[in-house]
């Protein structure tokens, strides 16, 4: 498997957007249509099903069947029964939809070895809950953020919301929620301004944090006074 940076990931995210303006129209705001790229440009079958007793994996969420150009979402994540799933169901259409950019090649090796044996109807992955430490599942995730958070989208958000560029310190805020709700020390509660971004991009609140941070917009820590006199975030 080939080692992908995220500049690469996000590239290939963005030429993707391209590739869909090109045939379609271009995003010129958010929300992405994330269901549209995958059904419409890269004409994927997406359904749900129940893909626990499917795949006889109980905590999968996601799958795609290369060969069949098929994705199946678990039907836990239908936005229509459980709308408070939205943000969860749109990240996941976006880390399919990364799999099959990224590493469609990999898995139509895999399914021909796999067919010869009689056994195609094996999806090509399976997306499960907790299982961002694999590679692939890694670059899936990072896809799915810049397909649905795009930088230059997501400055612009930013800049309506709070006005300026300057990353916003949300150390204090930060510590006032985990205190209010009662967490521990290693869980992280989604502050206002990625909460306010998560309902404009149609994403979860934590996944929008993730990308803010990592972005530099958010800083969850305490800084020195001084250190954001000069611009540092494009």
Not at 83 to 97: I, M, Q, S
Not at 149 to 172: H, Q
Not at 176 to 196: H, M, N, Q, Y
Request: aromatic share 8%.
């Amino acid at each position: 498997m080939k080692y992908l940076r995220t500049e690469e990931i996000e590239r290939s995210a963005l030429g993707l957007l391209g590739a869909y303006a090109r045939q379609f129209s271009t995003v010129i705001a958010p929300p992405v249509p994330v269901e549209e790229i995958l059904e419409s440009h890269l004409e994927l079958d997406l359904r749900f099903e129940d893909l626990p007793a499917l795949l006889d994996k109980p905590d999968a969420l996601g799958a795609t069947w290369v060969r069949r150009r098929k994705v199946g979402m678990d039907q836990s994540l239908d936005p229509t029964l459980y709308p408070a799933r939205k943000g969860r169901y749109r990240f996941t259409v976006g880390h399919e939809t990364g799999h099959w950019v990224l590493h469609r090649n990999l898995f139509l090796a895999r399914a021909y070895q796999t067919s010869l044996f009689g056994d195609d109807d094996q999806p090509s992955v399976v997306c499960r809950a907790g299982g961002g430490a694999d590679p692939l599942e890694w670059q899936a995730n990072q896809f799915a953020a810049y397909l649905l958070m795009p930088t230059d989208l997501v400055l612009e958000a930013w800049d309506r919301e709070r006005g300026i560029r300057d990353p916003y310190v949300a150390a204090e805020e930060i510590a006032e929620l985990s205190d209010r709700w009662g967490l521990e020390e290693d869980e992280t509660p989604t502050v206002g301004i990625a909460r306010a971004l998560a309902e404009i991009f149609a994403v979860s609140g934590q996944a929008m944090q993730i990308r803010l941070v990592g972005m530099g917009l958010i800083r969850t820590r305490p800084v020195a006074p001084g250190l954001f006199d000069a611009r540092t975030v494009r």
